[in-house]
């Protein structure tokens, strides 16, 4: 009788010294690094396709919203896809739709072409985020979760950081086509590395498609995030903002009523029964936006008020990932004797008193102040978010991780989006009636000032709540190292 044969990813951790893990760690960064970078690529590059594709009117507006409408439908499915059809075939599945979406976008003639690609992009990049990072977590055990976390910081923060730089450096000295085809060498080493080496996966817990799920929370998510992102420039009283926000709001409602009375939910609510879970993504809601607010805020600033090219605000900006990546190993070592609670705690309070001098700044403000200020930051969002990713899981079972993760997106998804609608609708009702109306540079600078201030109050506050709510007991799976069976 012959040994059974070992997987291949068994035999290259064995050949590499590594752990099965690792590898699981290497594909999710590389899918999740061009998933997030290339919104802020294409956010910088905006001006430029309104010019190649002669829009003058507010079409472009649709190279964006097309995307984000698409994760809106995929995201909150990608639980339920992954744990039915296998999180490795799904996570492959997404990258391999994204990558090919990339290069149908650089190949574009026409707007209309261009939107439809993006819609397609927003397919994979949908189901990018949420069933990698069920995948991390299951391959962790719950003690080494602060671990993971640090693996997760490495997309999240330094690819919408690099975004701006990239694609400044790309559309400045090549064509505006390589903001979509940088994402293509990257995908083909993900899906091919992914497709050798990891292992498949499935739960038997997944159940039948929940129908009523996909259509209400696709919908009605869709229509939430079309609000906010129109509410700044529109107003939140124009008919389309209340039509379409009223409107994802009252499915959402029915969404709720739903889900709880179905046996396999696509959207698991009864999650959030665990107060761990809970509390975590009430923090994570106050922080992320403000979070995804200041990132939507600073380059605007910096090009806006103080003249930087795309490049050279990316560059400024750029400090605040290398901060979070000098320290977030630190914090998930701390993360077994602190605990979330204090470290959460200090990370956001802090963060807010480093965002402060951004409410008070004048025009003749030094590039090295800029710099400072972003480091700072980077510092103490380090200690939010490592323990926060870390104990958000903490005791979600290994069935559950899936739905949690697709709750947690889509979650993180409306509180970036809200943050950057509530925040844009100050900067923009203020610029145009602190002095009158006549939209002076003066009134600009004051429609930021307040602008960032709310960033900082959003990020205080949840420091606030964590301190309150946040219980190191309920995370002690991931705090206490536990022996290893053999």
Request: hydrophobic letters at 50%.
């Amino acid at each position: 009788m012959t040994a059974p044969s070992t997987h291949l990813a068994d035999r290259l951790a064995t050949r590499l010294g590594i752990e099965y893990k690792w590898i699981v760690a290497v594909v999710f960064v590389l899918g999740l690094f061009i998933d997030i970078m290339d919104t802020t690529i294409v956010n910088v590059a905006i001006p430029t396709l309104a010019s190649e594709f002669k829009v003058t009117g507010t079409g472009i507006e649709w190279l964006v919203l097309g995307y984000l409408l698409s994760l809106a439908v995929w995201i909150p499915a990608s639980g339920w896809i992954g744990d039915k059809f296998g999180a490795k075939r799904t996570f492959l599945f997404a990258l391999f739709i994204f990558t090919v979406a990339s290069v149908l976008c650089g190949t574009a003639t026409s707007l209309g072409q261009m939107i439809a690609f993006r819609i397609l992009q927003g397919v994979g990049g949908g189901m990018l985020t949420p069933v990698g990072t069920a995948m991390l977590f299951r391959a962790f055990p719950p003690q080494e979760r602060a671990r993971a976390s640090t693996v997760l910081i490495i997309p999240t923060v330094i690819a919408p950081a690099l975004g701006p730089i990239v694609g400044g450096l790309l559309i400045d000295h090549t064509s505006w086509r390589w903001i979509f085809y940088v994402n293509v060498p990257i995908g083909l080493v993900g899906f091919i590395f992914g497709a050798l080496f990891l292992k498949e996966s499935k739960e038997a817990t997944a159940g039948k498609f929940d129908v009523p799920g996909f259509l209400l929370s696709g919908i009605g998510l869709a229509g939430v995030l079309y609000a906010l992102s129109q509410a700044p420039d529109h107003g939140w009283l124009s008919p389309s903002v209340l039509l379409t926000g009223l409107g994802g709001l009252a499915l959402f409602a029915l969404l709720v009523v739903v889900e709880t009375r179905v046996e396999q939910p696509m959207l698991a609510f009864r999650l959030y029964r665990e107060r761990m879970f809970r509390n975590s993504n009430t923090i994570n809601t106050l922080s992320y936006g403000s979070f995804a607010a200041f990132l939507f805020l600073i380059p605007q600033f910096l090009q806006i008020m103080l003249g930087y090219s795309a490049l050279d605000s990316g560059l400024a900006t750029f400090p605040q990932a290398l901060g979070i990546i000098l320290v977030s190993r630190i914090v998930g070592r701390l993360y077994h004797t602190v605990g979330p609670r204090r470290l959460v705690t200090f990370g956001l309070i802090t963060c807010s008193l480093c965002s402060l001098p951004m409410a008070f700044i004048s025009l003749d403000v030094s590039s090295w102040t800029i710099r400072a200020l972003m480091l700072g930051r980077g510092l103490s969002m380090a200690f939010a978010f490592v323990p926060l990713q870390a104990a958000t899981y903490a005791n979600i079972t290994p069935s559950d991780t899936g739905r949690a993760s697709a709750i947690f997106s889509t979650q993180r998804q409306v509180s970036a989006a809200l943050g950057v609608a509530i925040l844009s609708t100050v900067y923009i009702s203020l610029s145009k009636h602190a002095g009158g109306g006549d939209n002076s540079i003066d009134d600009r600078l004051t429609g930021f000032h307040w602008a960032f201030l709310g960033s900082v109050v959003l990020m205080f506050v949840g420091g606030i709540v964590a301190h309150i709510v946040l219980r190191d007991s309920d995370a002690a799976s991931t705090m206490h190292p536990q022996p290893t069976r053999g």
